[in-house]
């Protein structure tokens, strides 16, 4: 059975960090573009960032220079370290497959007050 598990959400104020942890089980990622996503209240998911087999990354602009996707393929797990947060960044963050989608997580609560 596949499974992805977010983790490492949380409250915090406006400049400041969190690093999520998205684990994988029944599936073995390592092959895979790997992403995340996120969806703020109101609106849709949408991609934030992008990972390939061989480490290649790509952010939409708003996340440039202060998020960063990596990957631990020995531990098979996708991270997501976030800095300069902002209230903006307020969403429930998910992990995928960047093609074709596995079942959604519950994703992570994260929440950034000014």
């Known amino acids: 059975q596949v499974q992805l598990v977010e983790s490492g959400g949380g409250l915090v104020q406006t400049g400041g960090s969190l690093r999520l942890t998205c684990a994988a089980s029944?599936?073995?990622?390592?092959?895979?573009?790997m992403a995340w996503y996120r969806q703020a209240p109101g609106k849709e998911r949408e991609l934030v960032t992008s990972?390939?087999?061989?480490?290649?990354?790509s952010y939409i602009n708003s996340v440039k220079g202060r998020f960063t996707i990596s990957r631990d393929n020995a531990k098979n797990t996708v991270h997501l370290q976030m800095e300069s947060l902002k209230p903006e960044d307020t969403a429930v963050y998910y992990c995928?497959?960047?093609?074709?989608?596995?079942?959604w997580g519950q994703g992570t609560q994260v929440t950034v007050s000014s």
């Open positions: 995928n497959k960047l093609g074709t989608a596995l079942q």
């Open positions: 029944g599936i073995t990622l390592s092959a895979n573009a």
């Open positions: 990972i390939g087999p061989g480490g290649r990354a």
